[in-house]
C-alpha cells in the first residue's frame, strides 16, 4: 500500500515525519519549532502597539527627546534607537513603502531600522519583491538621484520586471541577497542600498547599467 509523502515545513526546509505535527500559518504548512517562534513573534508584535512604558519615557525624557504622551512601545522603542544608534528619521517615502506592505513603522523609527524591517518582510513574501527593491536602488544609484524614493527615478517599470526575472533565476546570485538581508540591520541596510557591493547587487547595475547607462 503507498504512503503520503512527509510534509515539509515551508519556512526552514525541515521534513516533517509523519508522527511529527503539522501547523499552518495562513497556507504554510510549518514545523513545530517554526510555529512557535511565530506564535512568540505574534505575541510580541501585539505587546508593542501597547502604551509606551514609564521607564521608556522617563529615558527619553532624560536624553532630551519629544514625544506624544500616547506614543506606543513600539514607537519609543523606535524613538530610543534612532537617536542611541545615531541614525536619521525615516523619510517619508520609506514609511509609505513600509506601510503598503505591511512592515511595521512610525514617525519615530530610523532609516537603517526600517530598510531592515522593509528588506525582512519582502524576502518573507517572496524574491521578486526583494530582487525589484534591490534593483530599484542601483538605479538610484546610477542616475545619482541621492536619497530619494527609487521608484521615483525614472526608469520603467518593464525594464525593471524585465531585469528581476533574470536575478530571480540565478539562485546562487538570490542566496547573497537573502543572506545579506538577513543580516543585522546596518548590513541588511546596506545590501539593499549597494553599499555593500554583493553579487546581487552587481548583476543589478550590470543590468541597468546596459540599458540605461551611467
Excluded at 506606543?72 to 541614525?87: F, T, W
Excluded at 540591520?185 to 540605461?212: C, D, H, N, Q
Aim: charged share 25%; aromatic share 6%; proline share 3%.
Amino acid at each position: 500500500m503507498a504512503t503520503l509523502p512527509d510534509e515539509v515545513c515551508c519556512r526552514c526546509g525541515r521534513v516533517i515525519g509523519r508522527r511529527a505535527r503539522a501547523n499552518l500559518i495562513g497556507d504554510e504548512i510549518v514545523c513545530t519549532d517554526c510555529y512557535n517562534k511565530q506564535a512568540t513573534r505574534d505575541a510580541v508584535q501585539q505587546s508593542w502597539s501597547e502604551p509606551a512604558t514609564e521607564a521608556q519615557k522617563t529615558y527619553a525624557a532624560d536624553l532630551g527627546l519629544t514625544f506624544s504622551p500616547d506614543a506606543s512601545k513600539i514607537e519609543l522603542h523606535d524613538l530610543l534607537d534612532c537617536h542611541l544608534s545615531d541614525d536619521a528619521t525615516a523619510p517619508d517615502w520609506l514609511r509609505e513603502h513600509a506601510a503598503q506592505i505591511g512592515a511595521t513603522t512610525n514617525a519615530y523609527v530610523g532609516t537603517v531600522a526600517l530598510y531592515n524591517r522593509v528588506a525582512k518582510r519582502l524576502a518573507h513574501i517572496g524574491d521578486a519583491p526583494l530582487a525589484e527593491w534591490l534593483i530599484w536602488h542601483a538605479c538610484r544609484n546610477i542616475l545619482k538621484r541621492g536619497n530619494q524614493d527609487p521608484c521615483a527615478c525614472g526608469v520603467s517599470q518593464d525594464r525593471v520586471h524585465r531585469w528581476v526575472e533574470m536575478i530571480v533565476a540565478d539562485g546562487r546570485v538570490m542566496k547573497t541577497l537573502r543572506r545579506g538581508v538577513s543580516a543585522e540591520p546596518e548590513l541588511a541596510f546596506e545590501t539593499i542600498t549597494g553599499r555593500r557591493k554583493t553579487l546581487a547587487y552587481k548583476m543589478a547595475v550590470s543590468l541597468a547599467k546596459a540599458e540605461i547607462g551611467g
